[in-house]
């Protein structure tokens, strides 16, 4: 196993480079492109940004994605560099811990819709794609227990009654023109089994079971292709999961859907040279962070009501370019604008811009003149290793506005829980139990700023 973490640490590898590169471009061009963090820049790249590989030194580096490769017989951890320690290297808690980190803060996300189902990891799994897949399989075998989804599908069908409506121009040309007068072509509402639903968990099922490695996995798997034996085996895409929508009877399958979403729109699996099968599964993360963010407040910040971003705020007259910050905020009645940047700061003073990118503040200025108000907001993630800054103040004088000065407040928002990665810390337990201390001092810290 090779744990990266993103523009940090490099790693040797047994694997061929050039096999790997040639499977990391495969994964980039048929990424799904319809998802959420899928970014429309990002098609005039070619070559793929999930890792460097360093011909020279025979190593390879992370880039900006979070998940897991599995490649012949090696696993690849990428992992977010907030938790990356120098001097320290990773074992099989801090993994975990760093999984359940991104759990959490996924749960929290809008746009990924990951599912909200609350439960302990059982054993120890150090790989986040067998996280994943353990909370997928054992939701759905659960809920397969005890509630089968079925739904009322249209059915063309020849019968020797009419049901439904008689397809007249059908029964002319096929059944009568042929002698075949006692079959009518009838169309009606069926309450079925082997709906399109089924259909996309049987095939989110099969994928996951070849590609998982867990036997405890593979066996709540396999129970869940058990059930679903009689459905049809058929292919399933992202968007088509997606579009299925559910009456209120069936409220709990909403948490399997959003996992075969995930599974779907984040996963790359096909065979490699026709011999084996690999598996990718790839996060980036700066998305993530920010739509935590959001998530966050609309969910556990009463005080402060999100906004969706606008997009039709242009910067210029002509409309050529788009203005859009990641929060928009509304707290005692005045709008704030925030933006997230998932880039790490610290606290030496020797350098006085504690590694905040100058290009950013550009952009917070931008945001200011163009919205006219005079506060801004740039929040940071805190880290495993490096001091915390509580907070920075930045006056900028807009001489174009008589000497108007905009303020931009840099904060560092608490989003590790240190706890878990001391030594004999207890991971098996629920979310609500593992991250009840951190969520109060977000929430204590968001509230801060913004009140």
């Avoid at 023109?177 to 072509?185: M, V």
Wanted: net charge negative; aromatic share 14%; glycine share 2%.
């Amino acid at each position: 196993m090779i744990n990266l973490f993103e523009y940090q640490n490099k790693a040797s590898t047994s694997s061929s480079l050039d096999d790997l590169e040639l499977f990391l471009d495969d994964i980039w061009k048929n990424r799904e492109r319809s998802g959420f963090y899928y970014q429309e820049q990002e098609d005039r790249v070619e070559v793929q940004q999930f890792i460097q590989v360093l011909h020279k030194t025979r190593e390879i580096k992370s880039n900006k994605y979070v998940g897991v490769i599995h490649f012949h017989e090696q696993r690849i951890n990428l992992l977010p560099k907030i938790f990356y320690r120098k001097e320290i290297e990773s074992d099989e808690q801090s993994i975990e811990a760093i999984h359940t980190h991104i759990l959490w803060w996924l749960r929290y996300c809008r746009k990924l819709k990951f599912p909200n189902y609350q439960t302990t990891l059982g054993g120890r799994k150090n790989d986040f794609f067998e996280v994943l897949i353990f909370l997928f399989a054992k939701y759905t075998r659960s809920l397969l227990a005890s509630s089968i989804y079925q739904q009322y599908e249209e059915v063309c069908k020849e019968l020797p009654y009419i049901k439904g409506r008689l397809n007249c121009s059908a029964y002319l040309n096929e059944n009568i023109s042929r002698g075949r007068w006692h079959k009518l072509n009838c169309t009606y509402d069926a309450f079925v089994f082997d709906n399109r639903f089924n259909q996309i968990i049987k095939y989110v099922t099969t994928l996951l079971f070849n590609a998982s490695r867990n036997m405890e996995n593979k066996k709540f798997l396999r129970e869940i292709l058990f059930i679903l034996d009689d459905v049809s085996d058929r292919r399933a895409t992202a968007e088509e999961c997606q579009n299925i929508q559910f009456n209120p009877m069936f409220d709990d399958f909403v948490t399997v859907r959003d996992y075969c979403y995930l599974f779907l729109n984040n996963c790359i699996s096909f065979d490699f040279k026709n011999d084996l099968r690999l598996f990718a599964f790839l996060l980036p993360m700066e998305y993530v962070f920010e739509d935590f963010i959001f998530g966050f407040i609309d969910k556990e910040i009463e005080s402060i009501s999100t906004k969706a971003q606008n997009q039709s705020v242009k910067l210029d007259k002509e409309g050529i370019f788009t203005i859009k910050p990641d929060l928009l905020l509304r707290s005692r009645n005045r709008l704030i604008i925030a933006d997230t940047k998932y880039k790490i700061i610290y606290s030496e003073e020797v350098d006085p811009k504690r590694g905040i990118s100058q290009s950013d503040i550009y952009q917070m200025v931008a945001y200011a003149i163009r919205y006219d108000v005079e506060n801004i907001v740039l929040m940071y993630p805190d880290t495993i290793s490096a001091g915390s800054l509580q907070s920075k103040r930045l006056i900028i004088e807009d001489a174009m506005a008589d000497g108007k000065e905009i303020t931009v407040w840099i904060h560092q928002v608490p989003v590790i829980n240190r706890g878990l990665f001391q030594d004999g810390a207890v991971l098996d337990r629920p979310y609500s139990e593992l991250f009840v201390n951190l969520k109060e001092q977000l929430s204590e810290r968001i509230s801060a700023i913004f009140n």
